[in-house]
T-cell receptor
Framework: DAGVIQSPRHEVTEMGQEVTLRCKPI?????LFWYRQTMMRGLELLIY????????DSGMPEDRFSAKMPNASFSTLKIQPSEPRDSAVYFC??????????????FGPGTRLLVL | AQTVTQSQPEMSVQEAETVTLSCTYD???????LFWYKQPPSRQMILVIR??????QNATENRFSVNFQKAAKSFSLKISDSQLGDAAMYFC??????????????FGKGTKLTVNP
C-alpha cells in the first residue's frame, strides 16, 4: 500500500516567493495533518482536517500560511510570501478517525524547505 | 495543555545491548494514547510503538517495549539487542483519545540514540 505522499521533497526559494507544498494521504484515511519541524521549536502541529474540513488551525503561524483540502485525496499548504524563518521540514500525516476517535497517524517523508 | 518531556537529549548504547529512553508527560485527561516515533537520518517519521492509557499491559513490538506508569505519567522505551539500524532520533508523543477530543500529536524534543559497533 502507498503511504502518505508529499511533494516536492526539497524546495529552495527566495524570500518573498510563494511556496506550495502538496500531500496525498493514505487512501481511506479521513484525517490529515500538517506538522512543521525546526531545531528551535521541534515538531509542532500547524493545522489538521477531518473529512476535508479544517478542525484546528491554531498552529498556523500567521496569515502568510494557508492550507486547503479540496477533496479526500489532496491537500496543500501555501506560504505567501515566504521568509527565511519559514525554513523547516514540513510533514503531512494521515489517520483514520472512527466514532469520534482518531487512530495512529502515519507520516509522509516530509518536504525540506529552505528560504534564502 | 498537554506537555511531553524527554530529559535525555542524547544516549548511546553498544550493539546487542539494551537501552532505555525516558519520557514523562503532563495531562489532566484520563483517555489518551502515547507513542514512540523513530526518525532516522532520512527524516522519515516511523511509528515504533503505541500504548493506550486504559490498558495496564505494556505494549511490545519485537525488540521494543515500553514501561507505562500512568500514575507517575511516565512512558519509557526499552530497546533490546540494539542494532546499528536503531540509530536515530526518538520522539515520544501524546494524543488525546477522548471522543471528540483533539487529534493533535504533542511531541517531546527527542532523544538522539547512537549505536556503537
Amino acid at each position: 500500500d502507498a503511504g502518505v505522499i508529499q511533494s516536492p521533497r526539497h524546495e529552495v526559494t527566495e524570500m518573498g516567493q510563494e511556496v506550495t507544498l502538496r500531500c496525498k494521504p493514505i487512501s481511506g484515511h479521513n484525517s490529515l495533518f500538517w506538522y512543521r519541524q525546526t531545531m528551535m521549536r521541534g515538531l509542532e502541529l500547524l493545522i489538521y482536517f477531518n473529512n476535508n474540513v479544517p478542525i484546528d488551525d491554531s498552529g498556523m503561524p500567521e496569515d502568510r500560511f494557508s492550507a486547503k483540502m479540496p477533496n479526500a485525496s489532496f491537500s496543500t499548504l501555501k506560504i505567501q510570501p515566504s521568509e527565511p524563518r519559514d525554513s523547516a521540514v514540513y510533514f503531512c500525516a494521515s489517520s483514520l478517525r472512527v466514532a469520534g476517535v482518531g487512530e495512529t497517524q502515519y507520516f509522509g517523508p516530509g518536504t525540506r524547505l529552505l528560504v534564502l | 495543555a498537554q506537555t511531553v518531556t524527554q530529559s535525555q537529549p542524547e544516549m548511546s548504547v553498544q550493539e546487542a545491548e539494551t537501552v532505555t529512553l525516558s519520557c514523562t508527560y503532563d495531562t489532566s485527561e484520563s483517555d489518551y494514547y502515547l507513542f514512540w516515533y523513530k526518525q532516522p537520518p532520512s527524516r522519515q517519521m516511523i511509528l515504533v510503538i503505541r500504548q493506550e492509557a486504559y490498558k495496564q499491559q505494556n505494549a511490545t513490538e519485537n525488540r521494543f517495549s515500553v514501561n507505562f506508569q500512568k500514575a507517575a505519567k511516565s512512558f519509557s522505551l526499552k530497546i533490546s539487542d540494539s542494532q546499528l539500524g536503531d540509530a536515530a532520533m526518538y520522539f515520544c508523543a501524546y494524543r488525546s483519545s477522548t471522543q471528540g477530543g483533539s487529534e493533535k500529536l504533542v511531541f517531546g524534543k527527542g532523544t538522539k540514540l547512537t549505536v556503537n559497533p
